[in-house]
């Protein structure tokens, strides 16, 4: 069963939960929204972000789409993740 925890260095107007899977996750959870925030024109497919973080394509899926989910990511019509326009910063 997943749960849901907080995120952690977020400001009050931003979303505040994203949906971790478990505690691996958790700290990719972390490093990706770490990478696009030092580098917030980054766009990758999930081919390229599983090369990046995990050899798990499946798990970072999870956390892409938990990311799109809290609109810190969006997924633009060629397939590639991009940080958030609004501005979010988890």
């Known amino acids: 069963m997943q749960t849901t925890r907080h995120a952690e260095g977020g400001h009050a107007h931003e979303p505040c939960s994203v949906d971790y ?3 691996a996750e958790d700290n990719l959870i972390r490093r990706v929204r770490g990478e696009f925030r030092e580098m917030p ?3 990758l497919t999930l081919t390229q972000a599983s090369r990046l973080w995990t050899p798990d394509r499946e798990a970072c899926a999870r956390v892409l789409g938990a990311l799109v989910a809290a609109r810190f990511l ?3 019509r060629t397939g590639r993740y991009r940080k ?7």
Do not use: K, P, V, W
């Open 41 to 43: 024109g980054m766009c």
């Open 74 to 76: 969006e997924l633009d």
């Open 21 to 23: 899977g478990s505690f």
């Open 84 to 90: 958030a326009h609004g501005g979010y910063s988890l």
